[in-house]
C-alpha cells in the first residue's frame, strides 16, 4: 500500500519558516520525481517546487529564492523549507510522487495546512 504522509504544517506569523516532510512507503522512492503543491481556497491547486530523481530542483516563480525543496533517499523522504513566508503562501501544501519510467504511477499525499497571519 502506497503512503505519503506530509507534516511540519501549521501557524507561522509573516517572515517566519516551516518545514514540511513527506515520508513515502509502498513505492521506490529513489525513482519517483517528487513534488510539492498547494491549494489555497477558491483558488486551483498549484505546482511549487520540484525535484527529481537526480536532485534536479525547480521553482514556481512565487516561491523562488524563499523555499528550497530537496530529498533524502535513505530516509524515503522529500522536504520543503520554507522561509520569509508571506500570507500569500497559506494553503493545504501536497506532496507528489510520479515515476515515469516504466509503468507511469502517480501518489498523492492527505496535504498539511500552512497558514500565515500577516
Known amino acids: 500500500q502506497v503512503q505519503l504522509v506530509e507534516s511540519g504544517g501549521g501557524l507561522v506569523q509573516a517572515g517566519g519558516s516551516l518545514r514540511l516532510s513527506c515520508a513515502a512507503s509502498g513505492i521506490t522512492f529513489s525513482i519517483n520525481a517528487m513534488f510539492w503543491y498547494r491549494q489555497a481556497p477558491g483558488k486551483q491547486r498549484e505546482l511549487v517546487a520540484a525535484?527529481?530523481?537526480?536532485?534536479?530542483?525547480n521553482y514556481a516563480d512565487s516561491v523562488k529564492g524563499r523555499f528550497t525543496i530537496y530529498r533524502d533517499n535513505a530516509k524515503n523522504t522529500v522536504y520543503l523549507q520554507m522561509n520569509s513566508l508571506k500570507p500569500e503562501d497559506t494553503a493545504v501544501y501536497y506532496c507528489?510522487?510520479?515515476?515515469?519510467?516504466?509503468?507511469?504511477?502517480?501518489?498523492w499525499g492527505q496535504g498539511t495546512q500552512v497558514t500565515v497571519s500577516s
Open positions: 507528489n510522487a510520479k515515476k515515469v519510467v516504466g509503468r507511469t504511477t502517480e501518489y
Open positions: 525535484i527529481s530523481t537526480s536532485s534536479t530542483t
